[in-house]
């Protein structure tokens, strides 16, 4: 008896130590694996950053230099000087900024609609919409084009903002989203005379701001890096955005000056930085309200 | 603020909309040509592939021509690399929103030559008394089609050895002349060390500009007189890559990675990890104030003869023009007046490309201070471009094709250029 129970306790004692060195050894091994990945994802942030600060001569040097040896702040200037990157950046924001927010007008009536309501060829329309999302700007560039310059709009920001007005990724994502939400809700609220509009802003919206958030960071990421659409839609420096002019920073032959053309992506990627802490907030933040329902 | 939502959404929408109105109008006012426009000015509108520093010279050289002319006002415009130029003009002239003028890189221009976009611009050099022999041959090569001359040169650069002297002083090596000195001295530079190569003998980019240079020096034609079919069925093709092959197995030549091939072998030149490399014309103006040792530049190595390819881009009048007189002048201008090419071609390091430029003082001074350039103009003598066919630039991608099977995968290099020239004649029948 008492052998056995000793045996007991033993076996116990050794599952709880192995448990206290499996575990600090599980998490470390965790943080590492986050730390590999963080430092993979990270890796051409600071070399880009790296590459910013450093003399042409440190660019073109092989092994790479890592760090600069005196930070050159004047590369900032140099890239925003080589045109007119206030016109850019006026740009960059006037069209990412249409284009978010008349995605949002279009898109949420729409898969509201999709999503709640039974009306016939709903399936059909949906199907549609799907395969907007399929064809790549490239094979629709040219008739857009000759359709928006034969109404003269080619000078304008329009061409920039006009084809983009909705967003079948987003349909089809908010759609999905607004499933999961009990109609019962929506019953209740149309109970309470609450009209269409009000039931999509006080019980679609906010019920759903993860997915918005998520659809608005894409968008705003995808639009306001873009390069092949404003190149092709643009003829004038006056209507182009800042990817356009950081484009002109490089040499078409010979040497290109990368600690220039870093320091013009570095200005770049910023406000993405920006909106990106700010949207992941809203999404962390919504997904605890979401919770409660 | 959920319950905001949709006010701020209608206002900023609101915004918007004024926003983009007003930057349409201003727009319209700034570039477009107001035909009527009271002060009498003809806006030129002129597109480039020209950025970086070339980007600023060209704006620099625009702003001269506009300071000095009160009725013209030439617009320059960026319109990306020679290929994205390329397909933005393909659109623009089915549009109708093309340029007056247009930078197009050489190999393009026959393409829109056939198109019949191009303007003859003949009757505009009698009337401005500009002759066809004011240009230096090799450059010409891409000028006249259909008996239209079409384009004139403007940014044109070659490939070149560049040579890092010091390099070979160290172990006594001459300058190579030809492929067997190069075999040499690239040989001779190699370091090797536990099975690992430290510094490789020479190299070049990724590029079919090479493989053509050197099939031109074996003295064979990238196609024939026909334009039916290759034009390097003798082994030329073959002796080609058979070389450069050898000399990539011995870490003589470092062929380098497709991607940005043309970055990595001009760090690895400025870095000693190589000593000499075969690039543009192009890059000399950043390699002398960037490298540490005696750089030079010479003739690419011959074989059978001396011969180049040519590069960069031409001029070109738009048919479609409206204001075909005022764009001459601009081209004109550019061509003849000092303070126009001539002091574009003294910042930007590309080849000059009248002979009255060559003989320019200003010309003459510089090539005393940087000789490198000089070497560069000279060899122009045995400028000569092989593949010249409206379906170039679609075959270059099966040349391509052909680098990479042979250069990255080993493939048997007779199968291979057999399949490409199966490939070329099927594309050049079209």
């Given at each position: 008896?008492?052998?056995?129970e000793k045996s007991?306790?033993?076996?116990?004692?050794?599952s709880?130590?192995?448990?206290?060195?499996i575990k600090p050894f599980r998490?470390?091994?965790?943080?590492l694996?986050?730390?590999l990945?963080l430092l993979?994802?990270?890796?051409?942030?600071l070399?880009?950053?790296?590459?910013?600060l450093?003399?042409?001569?440190e660019?073109l040097?092989?092994?790479p230099t890592w760090?600069p040896s005196?930070?050159?702040w004047?590369?900032?200037?140099?890239?925003m000087?080589a045109?007119p990157f206030?016109?850019y950046?006026?740009?960059?924001i006037?069209?990412?900024?249409?284009i978010?927010i008349?995605q949002?007008a279009?898109?949420?009536p729409?898969?509201?609609?999709f999503?709640k309501?039974?009306?016939k060829?709903?399936?059909l329309?949906?199907?549609?919409?799907l395969?907007?999302?399929?064809?790549?700007?490239?094979?629709?560039?040219?008739p857009v084009?000759?359709?928006?310059a034969?109404?003269g709009?080619i000078k304008?920001?329009?061409?920039?903002i006009?084809?983009?007005m909705s967003?079948?990724?987003?349909?089809?994502l908010?759609r999905q989203y607004?499933?999961?939400?009990p109609h019962?809700?929506?019953?209740?609220?149309r109970?309470?005379?609450?009209?269409?509009l009000g039931i999509?802003r006080?019980?679609?919206i906010?019920?759903?701001?993860?997915a918005?958030?998520?659809?608005?960071?894409?968008s705003?990421?995808s639009?306001?890096?873009d390069?092949?659409w404003p190149l092709v839609?643009?003829?004038?420096?006056?209507v182009?955005p800042?990817?356009?002019g950081?484009a002109?920073?490089?040499?078409?032959e010979?040497?290109?000056n990368?600690?220039?053309?870093m320091?013009g992506n570095?200005?770049?990627?910023?406000?993405i930085?920006?909106?990106?802490m700010f949207?992941?907030?809203q999404?962390?933040?919504a997904?605890?309200?979401?919770?409660?329902? | 603020?959920?319950?905001?939502?949709p006010a701020v959404?209608?206002?900023?929408a609101m915004t918007?909309?004024?926003?983009?109105?007003c930057?349409?109008n201003?727009t319209?006012q700034a570039?477009s040509?107001?035909?009527g426009?009271p002060?009498?000015?003809?806006?030129?509108?002129f597109?480039?592939?020209l950025?970086?520093?070339?980007?600023d010279y060209?704006?620099?050289m625009?702003?001269?021509?506009?300071?000095t002319?009160?009725?013209?006002?030439v617009?320059?415009t960026?319109q990306?690399?020679?290929?994205?130029?390329?397909t933005?003009?393909?659109q623009a002239?089915a549009?109708k929103t093309?340029p007056?003028?247009?930078?197009?890189e050489?190999a393009?221009?026959?393409?829109?030559a056939?198109?019949e976009v191009l303007?003859?611009?003949?009757?505009?050099m009698k009337?401005?008394q500009?002759n066809?022999d004011d240009?230096p041959?090799?450059?010409m090569g891409h000028?006249?089609?259909?008996?239209?001359?079409?384009?004139?040169p403007?940014n044109?650069?070659?490939?070149?050895?560049?040579?890092n002297k010091?390099?070979?002083?160290e172990?006594?090596?001459?300058?190579?002349?030809t492929?067997?000195d190069l075999?040499?001295?690239?040989?001779?530079?190699?370091?090797?060390e536990?099975?690992?190569?430290?510094?490789?003998?020479f190299?070049?980019?990724?590029?079919t500009?090479y493989p053509?240079a050197?099939?031109s020096?074996?003295k064979g034609?990238?196609y024939?007189?026909a334009?039916?079919?290759?034009?390097?069925t003798?082994?030329?093709?073959?002796?080609?890559?058979?070389?450069?092959k050898e000399l990539?197995?011995t870490?003589?030549?470092?062929y380098?990675?497709?991607q940005?091939?043309?970055?990595i072998?001009?760090?690895m030149?400025?870095?000693?990890?190589?000593?000499?490399?075969?690039?543009?014309t192009g890059?000399i103006?950043?390699l002398k104030?960037n490298?540490k040792?005696?750089y030079v530049?010479a003739?690419?190595?011959m074989d059978?003869?001396?011969a180049?390819?040519?590069?960069?881009a031409?001029?070109?009048l738009?048919s479609?023009?409206?204001?075909?007189?005022?764009?001459?002048e601009?081209?004109n201008?550019?061509m003849t007046d000092?303070?126009?090419?001539?002091?574009?071609?003294?910042?930007?390091?590309?080849?000059?490309?009248?002979?009255?430029m060559?003989e320019?003082?200003?010309m003459k001074?510089l090539w005393?201070?940087?000789p490198?350039r000089?070497?560069?103009?000279?060899?122009?003598?045995?400028?000569?471009?092989t593949?010249?066919h409206?379906a170039?630039p679609q075959?270059?991608?099966?040349?391509?094709?052909?680098?990479q099977?042979i250069?990255?995968d080993?493939k048997d290099i007779?199968s291979?250029l057999d399949t490409?020239k199966k490939e070329t004649e099927?594309?050049?029948k079209k």
């Open positions: 008896m008492l052998a056995q007991v306790e033993t076996a116990q004692a050794y709880i130590r192995s448990a206290a060195v998490k470390s091994l965790g943080f694996l986050k730390l990945m993979m994802f990270i890796f051409p942030f070399w880009m950053i790296s590459t910013a450093q003399t042409l001569e660019t040097t092989f092994p760090i005196v930070p050159q004047i590369n900032f200037v140099q890239a000087s045109g206030a016109t950046a006026k740009n960059s006037i069209i990412t900024l249409s978010i008349l949002s279009v898109m949420i729409a898969a509201y609609a999503a309501y039974k009306f060829g709903n399936a329309m949906f199907g549609m919409v395969l907007a999302f399929m064809i790549p700007g490239q094979v629709t560039f040219i084009y000759l359709m928006l034969d109404a709009l304008s920001l329009l061409p920039q006009i084809p983009f967003n079948a990724f987003g349909i089809f908010l607004f499933m999961q939400i019962e809700l929506i019953e209740a609220a109970l309470d005379n609450a009209s269409e999509m006080s019980i679609m906010p019920m759903s701001m993860p918005l958030a998520t659809i608005a960071l894409f705003f990421v639009h306001w890096n390069y092949f839609m643009t003829d004038s420096a006056s182009r800042l990817t356009m950081i002109m920073l490089r040499e078409t010979g040497i290109s990368w600690h220039i053309i320091a570095v200005v770049l990627v910023v406000p930085l920006i909106v990106y949207a992941s907030k999404i962390v933040k997904f605890v309200h979401s919770g409660i329902k | 603020m959920n319950k905001r939502f959404l209608l206002a900023a918007t909309g004024l926003l983009a109105g930057s349409d201003k319209e570039s040509n107001p035909s426009a002060q009498g000015k003809v806006t030129v509108q597109w480039h592939s950025g970086g520093k070339n980007g060209i704006n620099e625009i702003k001269r021509f506009n300071e002319h009160d009725k013209i006002e617009v320059g960026f990306g690399s020679y290929d994205e130029t390329v933005k003009l393909q002239v549009a093309g007056d003028i247009t930078m197009l050489r393009y221009v026959q393409m829109f056939d198109a303007e003859d611009m003949t009757p505009y009337k401005s500009l066809v240009f041959q090799g450059l000028s006249t089609f259909n008996k239209k001359l079409v384009s004139l403007f044109r650069s070659t490939p070149i050895l560049h040579v010091t390099m070979l002083d172990k006594g090596l001459a300058i190579p002349k492929w067997d075999k040499k001295v690239a040989n001779a530079l190699v370091i090797k536990n099975g690992e190569f430290k510094r490789y003998g190299s070049m980019p990724y590029d500009w053509i050197m099939i020096q074996a034609k990238f024939n007189d334009g039916t079919s290759i034009g390097f003798n082994g030329e093709g073959v002796k080609t890559f058979k070389f450069l990539q197995n870490g003589a030549l470092y380098p990675p497709a940005d091939s043309g970055n072998v001009n760090q030149f400025t870095s000693g990890k190589i000593g000499m490399m075969y690039q543009s890059v103006g950043s104030d490298v040792f005696d530049t003739y690419l190595p059978q003869v001396y180049t390819p040519t590069g960069g031409n001029l070109a738009m479609a023009s409206a204001n075909k007189d005022a764009a001459w601009f081209i201008w550019a000092p303070k126009g090419g001539l002091q574009f071609i003294l910042d930007s390091g590309y080849l000059p490309f009248t002979k009255k060559v320019s003082p200003q001074a005393e201070k940087e490198n000089k070497v560069a103009y000279d060899q122009l003598q045995y400028a000569v471009d593949n010249k409206v170039w075959d270059m991608q099966e040349f391509f094709k052909a680098i099977a250069m990255y080993n007779e291979t490409f099927r594309l050049l």
